[in-house]
């Protein structure tokens, strides 16, 4: 069982970064492949960005490539996504999820968050 918190969303203008955490419970933590993803108001969810268990692999949306940048500690038990550049249109709610699958998986994660309001002011 992991169980997953997310941290770090606000308010922010336009341009402007932020960087999110997933802090995780359990001592398995890294053994799962890491994800973030995105639900606007009225959107269905959204892949953003995913990290393999050692950090060796990332994968990105297309619309997220070279804004954001997915990364973890499994040192600390904990996931990152910095993002840079921020644009109104990426204002969600974002979740992280573990789960044990390809970082070019989509459907398979077993565990998700609460999730972490960004808004992102013009």
């Known amino acids: 069982q992991v169980q997953l918190v997310e941290s770090g969303g606000g308010l922010v203008q336009a341009g402007g970064s932020l960087r999110l955490s997933c802090a995780a419970s359990?001592?398995?933590?890294?053994?799962?492949?890491m994800g973030w993803f995105r639900q606007a108001p009225g959107k269905e969810r959204e892949f953003v960005a995913a990290?393999?268990?050692?950090?060796?692999?990332?994968s990105y949306a297309d619309s997220v490539k070279g804004q954001f940048t997915i990364s973890r500690d499994n040192a600390k038990n904990t996931a990152y996504l910095q993002m840079k550049s921020l644009k109104p249109e990426d204002t969600a709610v974002y979740y992280c999820?573990?789960?044990?699958?390809?970082?070019?998986?989509?459907?398979?994660?077993?565990?998700w968050g609460q999730g972490t309001q960004v808004t992102v002011s013009s």
């Open positions: 999820a573990a789960g044990r699958l390809p970082v070019t998986g989509r459907t398979e994660y077993d565990y």
């Open positions: 990290i393999s268990w050692s950090g060796g692999s990332t």
């Open positions: 359990g001592r398995t933590f890294s053994r799962y492949t």
